[in-house]
């Protein structure tokens, strides 16, 4: 069930962060794995897309909670 939300505006700015989480991570991803030339040759490339992964996974899944609980 849906709770409404007295104050809408704290739940917009907590969406837009988390939008704004997912989109730095996959634009960050897309360039690793669409422009690999752009990307500076290091170590810690695969630790790096995974730490981006879980990040992309974790701002997704916040927004998806606050979809499902408020209104």
Do not use: C, W
Not at 27 to 55: F, R, W
Request: aromatic residues 6%.
């Amino acid at each position: 069930m849906k709770r409404k939300v007295k104050n809408k505006e704290f739940l917009d700015a907590l969406k837009s962060h988390y939008e704004a989480e997912r989109d730095k991570n996959l634009a960050t991803l897309k360039l690793y794995l669409d422009e690999p030339l752009a990307v500076a040759d290091h170590e810690g490339v695969i630790d790096s897309m995974g730490k981006l992964t879980q990040q992309l996974a974790e701002a997704e899944e916040a927004l998806k909670t606050l979809e499902t609980h408020f209104e």
